[in-house]
């Protein structure tokens, strides 16, 4: 079955015992406010009592904005949800709660995180706050950390992969992270003053065996729980405190892949912000206190933690970060930090600067001893 505004409502009074938030015969208020490509999400409300609200997120049995001729499972809610169970459990606070489950028709409900913003859109306004990136910090070390895989006795260890066979969204990120960006694939596009580094970048064999290792470290290493998309766009900012949402590609996978990530979207504002040296430092500095924080919590947790383990994790999280800069420049998926530039020569420049810091980070991970030294080399 597939959701749209003409059968929500329906869809709500035969469900409402089961999502468990509104009274009977409670009268709803039902308004699209997803941005997002791949599914759909609702805010539904009491229309009496407006104070009385949920989010519902959908997905439908294919890519939302390409249509029904682009089939993807809706299985990736299943793996939300389970995540979702799994953040609730561990660090509860940080993720919305979630209300009820529907696998049949695909749909979450969940606590409407009111009045939150997008953290891409305060890094893009230059908001920085530093708390944010300890939260988030702190957040990926206890999940990494609980669900780490030397932690865990053999039975959860083995339920754990089960559950988080995420195969399906894995694949879409292999190709579109790891290979479609450095092959001619139909869906790359860049500036057209960018030509010349894209060419040398697809013709360097350093490189392209770097992010084919990083690619297989990604397809094979199954550490913990991963987010799997734990970019500035799948963090909202609720008054001063963070909230993870859109855990649809949640796996069993490199835990340094969420630090990376969400490394490379503040590198990205970083670039963006060119000039802005205040802006500028302030990113720095969230760079290095996401860092700080996971840490100090992992060592908290995991009494026993071999120091190797980070520095490997490390390692890892600057590899993928260079890897996810790089196909958000000329791969089929931008971010609106450098997207909204309007003046072309500086958005070239800016554009240039971050996919040479992004190669560096690829090609030469062990190059940067810690986090100080990404830092420095800006
Ligand atoms: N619990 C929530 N409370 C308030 N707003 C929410 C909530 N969940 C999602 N949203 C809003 O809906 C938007 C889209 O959500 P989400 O990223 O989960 O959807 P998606 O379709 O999976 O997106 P994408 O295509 O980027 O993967 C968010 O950016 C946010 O604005
Ligand atoms: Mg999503």
């Known amino acids: 079955m597939e959701l749209n505004l003409a059968t929500l409502q329906d869809y709500l009074r035969r469900q409402r015992a089961e999502i468990g938030v509104f009274e009977p015969d409670t009268e709803f208020h039902i308004e699209e406010i997803g941005d997002g490509n791949l599914n759909t999400v609702y805010r539904v409300s009491d229309i009496t009592r ?10 439908p049995p294919y890519i939302k904005i390409l249509g029904p001729d682009y089939p993807l499972s809706v299985e990736r809610l299943t793996y939300e949800s389970r995540a979702l169970d799994v953040y609730n459990r561990l660090v509860r606070g940080t993720v919305p709660v979630q209300y009820s489950f529907d696998a049949d028709v695909a749909v979450i409900a969940m606590e409407d995180l009111r009045d939150a913003r997008v953290l891409r859109d305060d890094l893009i306004a230059g908001t920085v706050d530093i708390a944010i990136p300890e939260q988030i910090g702190r ?5 990494h950390s609980q669900t780490y895989l030397d932690n865990l006795d053999s039975g959860t260890a083995q339920r754990c992969k089960q559950q988080f066979a995420n195969t399906t969204m894995q694949s879409i990120t292999t190709d579109y992270v790891f290979t479609f960006p450095y092959t001619d694939h139909e869906t790359n596009f860049w500036t057209p003053g960018l030509e010349p580094d894209v060419q040398q970048l697809k013709t360097d064999t350093d490189f392209l065996e770097r992010a084919a290792h990083l690619k297989q470290v990604f397809l094979t290493a199954q550490q913990g729980v991963t987010h799997g998309d734990l970019h500035t766009g799948s963090v909202l900012v609720q008054g001063d405190t963070a909230k993870v949402i859109d ?3 949640a796996f069993y996978g490199p835990i340094g892949f969420d630090l990376g990530l969400f490394w490379a979207n503040y590198l990205l504002s970083y670039f963006s912000h060119q000039d802005a040296l205040r802006v500028q430092s ?6 290095v206190q996401t860092w700080h924080a996971y840490t100090a919590e992992f060592k908290m947790i995991d009494a026993d933690l ?3 383990t980070l520095q490997n994790v490390f390692y890892d999280a600057v590899g993928f970060a260079g890897l996810e800069m790089l196909r958000r420049l ?7 930090d450098i997207e909204g530039i309007v003046d072309m020569s500086r958005k070239l420049r800016v554009e240039r600067a971050a996919l040479q810091f992004g190669t560096t980070l690829v090609k030469n991970p062990q190059s940067f001893q810690d986090v100080t030294a990404i830092i420095e080399r800006l």
């Not at 000329?330 to 609106?336: F, L, M, S, T």
């Open 139 to 143: 957040f990926m070390a206890v999940v």
């Open 247 to 249: 855990a649809e590609f």
């Open 306 to 308: 071999r120091m190797e």
């Open 50 to 59: 407006p104070e009385h609200s949920l989010v519902l997120k959908h997905a």
């Open 330 to 336: 000329v791969g089929a998926a931008h971010v609106k």
């Open 282 to 287: 302030a990113l720095k500095t969230a760079i």
